[in-house]
């Protein structure tokens, strides 16, 4: 299924780096998320875009800077993290459809802090 | 604060033996409820979910999932499974607000199915 793509799948990076995730939907969606999946602790929601306007920020570190251009692109811009920070970071995309919105996801991007 | 509770962080099964995994919610409101499932590799991809009517929920590769209210409880089964199946499996339930649905994840499963 390629309905939601993400770029890189793997990035090593320092933590005086920058470098930035990119994720694009081909669904039609209008509404578009990044979650955290690190290991032994369940998914967490850290940022949600709706119509292109960001709508939660889940109380993520400000090293953590999301950017939504338009509805079919996320991006989430990295800079001077931590080795906690490692993990799998997924992307998602909805239809916006009230309680009975369906969100799906893109493969992620596998991120090693050193 | 609305919690999903996964009791089984481990499953080892042999094929064709049957599968229940559990899922508890707490959230007293209306929840819809879904089943998402992430094989080796793979990106997570939606199982089944349950928005409202019949509370047996039929999904795809012949999963199913029985939504109880009276125990919050929203559990996967399989009659007979196969080494495919060999995943991890998170339940979810949607907090709705604000125009948009907030995914709250379990912890997840992992199946690992021996031939």
């Known amino acids: 299924e390629t309905g939601v793509t993400q770029t890189p799948r793997h990035l090593v990076m320092g933590m005086t780096n920058k470098k930035s995730l990119k994720c694009e939907q081909h669904?039609?969606?209008?509404?578009m998320y990044w979650y955290k999946q690190s290991a032994k602790k369940p998914l967490e929601l850290m940022f949600v875009?709706?119509?292109?306007?960001?709508?939660e920020n889940n109380s993520v570190p400000s090293r953590f800077s999301p950017e939504c251009p338009n509805s079919s692109h996320l991006f989430l811009h990295l800079h001077t993290l931590q080795p906690e920070d490692s993990a799998l970071y997924l992307c998602?995309?909805?239809?916006?459809?009230?309680?009975?919105?369906?969100?799906?996801f893109g493969p992620g991007t596998r991120l090693t802090v050193l | 604060a609305q919690s999903v509770s996964q009791h089984n962080h481990h499953v080892i099964l042999s094929e064709a033996a049957s599968l229940e995994l559990g899922c508890n919610y707490s959230?007293?409101?209306?929840?819809?409820l879904f089943w998402y499932v992430q094989y080796p590799g793979q990106h997570l991809q939606l199982l089944l979910k349950?928005?409202?009517?019949?509370?047996l929920v039929k999904g795809i590769k012949g999963f199913e999932a029985e939504f109880i209210k009276s125990k919050f409880s929203f559990n996967l089964r399989k009659p007979s499974v196969q080494w495919s199946d060999t995943a991890e499996y998170f339940c979810?339930?949607?907090?709705?607000?604000?125009?948009?649905?907030?995914?709250?994840f379990g912890a997840g499963t992992r199946l690992a199915v021996h031939p």
């Open positions: 998602a995309s909805s239809a916006r459809q009230g309680p009975t919105d369906t969100q799906y």
């Open positions: 669904l039609g969606h209008n509404a």
């Open positions: 875009y709706s119509l292109e306007e960001r709508v």
């Open positions: 959230y007293g409101g209306t929840v819809n």
């Open positions: 349950y928005f409202s009517g019949d509370p």
């Open positions: 979810a339930v949607t907090l709705f607000s604000g125009g948009y649905n907030k995914l709250i």
